[in-house]
Protein backbone atom coordinates (compact mmCIF):
# COMPACT_ATOMS: atom_id res chain seq x y z
CA UNK A 1 0.00 0.00 0.00
CA UNK A 2 1.39 3.34 0.85
CA UNK A 3 0.22 6.63 2.03
CA UNK A 4 0.26 9.52 -0.25
CA UNK A 5 1.87 12.48 0.72
CA UNK A 6 -0.03 15.51 1.53
CA UNK A 7 1.97 17.92 -0.31
CA UNK A 8 4.66 20.74 1.93
CA UNK A 9 2.31 21.57 4.39
CA UNK A 10 0.69 25.39 4.89
CA UNK A 11 2.82 26.37 7.98
CA UNK A 12 5.03 28.49 6.43
CA UNK A 13 2.19 30.21 3.87
CA UNK A 14 0.26 31.00 7.15
CA UNK A 15 3.46 33.28 8.26
CA UNK A 16 4.31 34.46 4.85
CA UNK A 17 2.99 37.76 2.97
CA UNK A 18 0.45 40.58 4.19
CA UNK A 19 -2.02 41.14 6.35
CA UNK A 20 -4.43 43.42 4.91
CA UNK A 21 -5.54 46.05 7.16
CA UNK A 22 -2.21 45.30 8.71
CA UNK A 23 -0.41 48.16 10.90
CA UNK A 24 1.87 50.28 9.03
CA UNK A 25 5.00 48.46 10.39
CA UNK A 26 4.25 45.49 7.90
CA UNK A 27 4.69 47.79 4.88
CA UNK A 28 7.70 50.37 4.01
CA UNK A 29 7.58 53.28 2.83
CA UNK A 30 8.30 52.54 -0.64
CA UNK A 31 5.58 50.08 -0.63
CA UNK A 32 2.98 52.39 0.68
CA UNK A 33 3.55 55.22 -2.01
CA UNK A 34 2.19 53.42 -5.61
CA UNK A 35 -0.17 51.26 -3.72
CA UNK A 36 -2.16 54.59 -2.52
CA UNK A 37 -1.41 56.18 -6.01
CA UNK A 38 -3.08 52.90 -7.68
CA UNK A 39 -5.83 53.35 -4.99
CA UNK A 40 -6.43 57.02 -5.45
CA UNK A 41 -6.46 56.45 -8.84
CA UNK A 42 -8.88 53.67 -9.16
CA UNK A 43 -11.29 55.80 -6.98
CA UNK A 44 -11.11 58.53 -9.51
CA UNK A 45 -11.91 56.01 -12.24
CA UNK A 46 -14.83 54.59 -10.19
CA UNK A 47 -16.29 58.37 -9.51
CA UNK A 48 -15.53 59.04 -13.40
CA UNK A 49 -17.89 55.90 -13.98
CA UNK A 50 -20.43 56.51 -12.12
CA UNK A 51 -21.17 60.38 -13.13
CA UNK A 52 -21.74 59.06 -16.39
CA UNK A 53 -24.21 56.28 -15.37
CA UNK A 54 -25.81 58.62 -13.50
CA UNK A 55 -25.49 61.13 -15.96
CA UNK A 56 -27.21 58.71 -18.20
CA UNK A 57 -29.94 57.74 -15.90
CA UNK A 58 -31.08 61.14 -15.32
CA UNK A 59 -31.06 62.13 -19.21
CA UNK A 60 -33.24 58.92 -19.23
CA UNK A 61 -35.40 60.29 -17.02
CA UNK A 62 -35.39 63.80 -18.29
CA UNK A 63 -36.45 62.39 -21.57
CA UNK A 64 -39.27 60.35 -20.01
CA UNK A 65 -40.80 63.06 -18.46
CA UNK A 66 -40.80 65.50 -21.29
CA UNK A 67 -42.14 62.06 -23.60
CA UNK A 68 -45.05 61.71 -20.28
CA UNK A 69 -45.77 65.63 -20.38
CA UNK A 70 -46.46 65.43 -23.98
CA UNK A 71 -48.27 62.58 -24.05
CA UNK A 72 -50.23 64.01 -21.58
CA UNK A 73 -50.80 67.29 -23.81
CA UNK A 74 -51.90 65.25 -26.33
CA UNK A 75 -54.86 63.61 -25.12
CA UNK A 76 -56.23 66.41 -23.38
CA UNK A 77 -55.73 68.31 -27.23
CA UNK A 78 -56.82 65.07 -28.55
CA UNK A 79 -60.12 64.91 -26.68
CA UNK A 80 -60.62 68.66 -27.09
CA UNK A 81 -60.60 68.25 -31.04
CA UNK A 82 -62.64 65.02 -30.63
CA UNK A 83 -59.11 63.32 -32.89
CA UNK A 84 -58.46 59.73 -32.06
CA UNK A 85 -54.97 59.49 -31.17
CA UNK A 86 -52.84 57.28 -33.00
CA UNK A 87 -51.75 53.95 -31.44
CA UNK A 88 -48.07 54.83 -32.30
CA UNK A 89 -47.90 58.34 -30.06
CA UNK A 90 -48.00 55.96 -26.88
CA UNK A 91 -44.80 53.43 -27.70
CA UNK A 92 -41.58 54.60 -25.75
CA UNK A 93 -40.12 54.43 -29.24
CA UNK A 94 -41.73 57.56 -30.70
CA UNK A 95 -39.01 59.96 -30.98
CA UNK A 96 -40.09 63.10 -28.78
CA UNK A 97 -39.75 65.20 -31.97
CA UNK A 98 -42.96 63.40 -33.46
CA UNK A 99 -44.54 63.77 -30.03
CA UNK A 100 -43.85 67.33 -30.46
CA UNK A 101 -44.90 67.83 -34.07
CA UNK A 102 -48.13 65.89 -33.46
CA UNK A 103 -49.23 68.48 -30.52
CA UNK A 104 -48.34 71.37 -32.64
CA UNK A 105 -51.13 69.46 -35.33
CA UNK A 106 -53.57 69.04 -32.69
CA UNK A 107 -52.83 73.28 -31.37
CA UNK A 108 -52.69 74.57 -34.98
CA UNK A 109 -56.42 72.29 -35.44
CA UNK A 110 -57.81 73.93 -31.84
CA UNK A 111 -56.76 77.16 -33.34
CA UNK A 112 -54.01 77.41 -30.32
CA UNK A 113 -50.95 79.68 -30.92
CA UNK A 114 -47.93 80.02 -29.07
Not at 61 to 69: F, G, H, K, P
Request: net charge positive; charged share 30%; no cysteine.
Amino acid sequence: GGGGGGGGGGAPAAGSGRVLGGGDEAFTREDTDPREKAAAAAMARQKQGAGGLQGDASLRLAENRQREELVGKIHELAHRAKEEIPLGIRSKETPISRLVSYKQHLEAKLGITR
